[in-house]
């Protein structure tokens, strides 16, 4: 009965999906990064959460994938997306991308950790993403799972200084760190 509900709500969200929805919540980024810009946490947060009530909070679901109650991805996936799905699935992205940007600067690394993750779930090497969990990581003082994010970062963007910049500091941390643990 769950799935014939979730195909029913997956297809009725389709058919219902428009164009005007995507230029609702793409305007809705831009208030978020203007309010970003500002240093109005609360409101680009606001914003950039809002994005998700016109986009959905996950990439619509293929009815095979439903039926068959299988986590192994569709093979047709990539190219049954029309261009309109494929930019909701990026602005769904960036919302929770963004999100995990102002989360670090309200100095939540948790919830950072919590969006960043959302993004590595649909495209886990995503650099931005694995920079930002990094760093809450690293904030967290969970450094295993900083240096993971960050070297998978530096692999997947080897010329960004903003990357190579972090993971050196991780290090330093880390062996600031041990060395108090010695001495103790």
Known sequence: VFSCV???QTYFFLLNMSSADYETALALKEKGNNAFKTNDLQNALKFYSQILVFV?????????????NSSMSNPYKASSRSSLEKKIDDLRIISFNNMAA??????????????ASRVLEDEPNHPKALFRRGFAYRKMHDFENAQNDLERAVA???????LQRELKVLRQEMERVSQTKVTK
Request: glycine fraction near 2%; charged fraction near 20%; aromatic fraction near 8%.
């Open 56 to 68: 959905g909070m996950n990439s619509q679901m293929h009815l095979r994938q439903v039926a068959n």
């Open 156 to 162: 997947i963007n080897k010329s960004d200084a903003v």
């Open 6 to 8: 979730l195909i029913f």
């Open 102 to 115: 102002v989360y670090l600067k309200l100095e939540n690394y948790q919830k950072a950790v919590e969006k």
